[in-house]
């Protein structure tokens, strides 16, 4: 049996990142069958957010009716086990998806290389960088015209503030894509679609063989060329750098052809970290403490009218979970006893019975748990770093039944604690307003509100463009600020002050004019 250390050793814990349409799907998919999870592509069915065909995950959907099926995926892969958490896009996009990335250790950056750097990839890179979270970047639809990999390398290092290693190097494109070249191993590996992972790969030694003369030798000398470039312009792969989040090995390839994927998973194994040291408000908890503690990152509810119940995803920060052990929920004070917990298997082999640090775990639960909140086996000990993220969405609402105006804020009060959308509540005014990053949670809460508390609610848009939560170390500056911009600020489920920002001018004006007061983009939870 391994020890605990050498479980927590053996966890790699990742999500990919990518803007919609990029090939998240579509290369989360190779991973699986790359690794031996799945035995052909195509079993994950539904191109967005898909789900798996056969798996532990059905009967619990069947059951709660709750879609957690591609929300976490764990398999193995050399010996180690692999979690990949979904980040929602799409119009499932909502600040789950940014909290999901306070969960992993490092990032799968996906670029469609003949888009570049797209919006959704800089949003989510940026809350990579509150944690300094490693990235590995894949460069993918060399199959197709996509655009030269010099200038895609250039925009990710000065768009995206991280300094590029390319590990690999892509030999043509499009119909001439022949393969990629191996900057660490010096070796080409020559490009077959739709090679599986048992499938003999081409291997050519050296970028001057004479052999890659013969068969490409249009694209070869045009790929030693922009090898001498690529070795003055870009970085070196420098493992500690890679570590500390301000450099980031890059690959090339084509998901859909297979090409590339074995590289990506390799490099996740080889190179990116074992679940480390988390912070708790006491100390600091080690991963191979003997004792569990665990933090909430996402919670799950059901869409479903008969089944009330919600999934809390747990990430495992230390020790051993068994089924059926208790463990403390510690905003309440209350033990929890582990018998319905669900774990994520992207095979159908039997239940897995415990999980380690950075593993995921799913709590069923009736809407006593909180984004944020701990559990250990007894310490006090409150993980730090599960922020809130500014809202970039934001809609007033009102209900049509006067009458329900005690459910409407008992109802918000709850989906404001769970973090399903951030709710505030203006200084001046009685309109409630309700803040999100993607569309999908105003839908969410409509539909909760109705089915739970039974509230009818109306929701407008609003001319507010963002929020920034406010502090001030002089309390007299504080207050000179509350009373001059009354009518901008307003509290949020946690009591905390926040300015409503009308548009960006509007922000940085305010900013200037009020240098002692801070504004963050980030809220901790309470
Ligand atoms: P997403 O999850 O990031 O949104 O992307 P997804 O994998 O769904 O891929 C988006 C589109 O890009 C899909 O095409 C997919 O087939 C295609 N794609 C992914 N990887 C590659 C690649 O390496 N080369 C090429 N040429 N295309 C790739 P679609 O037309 O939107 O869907 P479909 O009809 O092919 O399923």
Known sequence: MPTLAQQVARRRTFAIISHPDAGKTTLTEKLLYFSGTIQAAGTVKGKKGGKFATSDW???????????????????YRDHVVNLLDTPGHQDFSEDTYRVLT?????????????????????????????????????????????????????VESVLQIRCAPVTWPIGMGKTFRGVYHILKDEVIIFTPGQGPLDEVEIIQGLDNPRLDELFPLEIENTRMEMELVRGASHPFVLDEFLEGTL???????????????????????????????????????????????????????????????????????????????????????????????????????????????????????????????????????????????????????????????????????????????????????????????????????SRLLNEYGVEAIFESTSIYTARWVSCENTRKLTDFENSLGNNLARDAADSLAYLATSRVNLSLTQERWPDIVFHATREHA
Not at 58 to 76: L, N, T, W, Y
């Open 58 to 76: 059905m009967d619990i959907e069947k059951q709660r009716g709750i879609s957690v099926a591609s929300s976490v995926m764990q398999f193995d």
């Open 103 to 155: 969960a992993v250790d490092s990032a799968l950056m996906v670029i469609d290389a003949a888009k570049g750097v797209e919006e959704q990839t800089i949003k989510l890179l940026n809350v990579c960088r509150l944690r300094n979270t490693p990235i590995v970047t894949f460069m993918n639809k060399y199959d197709r015209e996509v655009r030269d990999s010099l200038e895609l390398l250039d925009e």
């Open 248 to 446: 980031t090995p890059v690959f090339f390839g084509s998901a859909i052809n297979n090409f590339g994927v074995r590289e990506i998973l390799n490099a996740l194994v080889d190179w990116a970290p074992p679940p480390g040291a988390r912070d708790a408000t006491a100390r600091s908890v080690d991963p191979t403490e003997e004792k569990f503690s665990a933090f909430v990152f996402k919670i799950q509810a059901n869409m479903d009218p008969k089944h009330r119940d919600r999934i809390a995803f747990l990430r495992v920060c230390s020790g051993e979970f068994s089924r059926g052990m208790k463990f403390k929920h510690l905003r309440l004070g209350r033990d929890i006893a582990a018998n319905s917990v669900v774990t994520f298997m992207a095979q159908g082999r039997e239940q897995v019975e415990e999980a380690y640090a950075g593993d995921i775990i799913g709590l069923p639960n009736h809407g006593n748990i909180q984004i944020g909140d701990s559990f250990s086996e007894g310490e006090a000990l409150s993980f730090t770093g599960i922020p809130y993220f500014a809202p970039e969405l934001f809609r007033t609402v009102r209900i049509k039944n006067p009458l329900k105006l005690k459910q409407l804020q008992k109802g918000l009060q709850q989906l404001g604690e769970e973090g399903a959308v951030q709710v505030f509540k203006p200084l001046n005014g009685s309109d409630l307003i309700l803040g999100a990053v993607g569309v999908l949670q105003f839908e969410v809460v409509a």
